[in-house]
């Protein structure tokens, strides 16, 4: 029996590091008015990190 390294597990590796990170950031707090917005911007770079990660390995592999 071998064990091998799937390749898939790098962007999987990226996904799981990058929607960790924009979940478990902790808010700041903010003002009387109004909520903290950047969870959401973090979130979003969180998704696009991902996104592209898995293009890469789509066009490579």
Sequence with gaps: MTV???WWAIPALI???S???AVFT???PSGDYGFD???LFRFGAAVIGSLL???VW???F
């Design 4 to 6: 091998t390294f799937a």
């Design 15 to 17: 996904t799981a590091v």
């Design 19 to 21: 929607l960790s990170w």
């Design 26 to 28: 902790p808010m700041k």
């Design 37 to 39: 917005i950047m969870p």
């Design 53 to 55: 990660a898995w293009l």
């Design 58 to 60: 789509a066009l490579i």
